[in-house]
């Protein structure tokens, strides 16, 4: 479990930088850059709130939690990271490139739920 925790850790990483990298795009309306901006936060707040489950055995609200349901809330962590109204948001303010990196992120992160139970 410990190499599962380290990889989400390492994937979280990857996409926090993701932003950063391509930084504001001029001329967008600020709460449009800034919804945008949220996505990528949640993303890792929720991988953070993941690898916390998985060490501890408790959710965000101390109850405890099975590696079976913090995979389930991870696979819709995908499922919603995939959806066309999502990766409209986030194309205001990150590149192609960096969705693919987002992309293949996620596409890791489904990767390694099987090794989760």
């Known amino acids: 479990m410990q190499n599962v925790i380290q ?3 390492a994937q979280k990483c990857k996409i926090a930088g993701l932003q950063k990298a391509d930084g504001p795009f ?3 309306p600020p709460q449009v850059a800034a919804k945008s901006q949220q996505q990528v ?3 890792c ?3 953070d709130d993941a690898v916390r489950a998985l060490e501890a ?3 965000i609200n101390g109850r405890p939690i099975s590696p079976a349901q913090v995979s389930a809330g991870l696979q819709r962590l995908i499922a919603d990271s995939r959806k066309p109204q999502f990766l409209m948001t986030l194309s205001m303010t990150m590149s ?4 693919r990196q987002l992309e293949s ?3 890791e992160v489904e990767t390694l ?3 989760v139970y």
């Open 96 to 99: 192609n490139d960096s969705i």
């Open 105 to 107: 992120c996620m596409n």
């Open 7 to 9: 990889a989400l850790q």
């Open 45 to 47: 707040r929720v991988l």
């Open 113 to 115: 739920l099987k090794d």
């Open 26 to 28: 001029v001329g967008l």
């Open 41 to 43: 936060a949640i993303i």
């Open 57 to 59: 055995g408790r959710d």
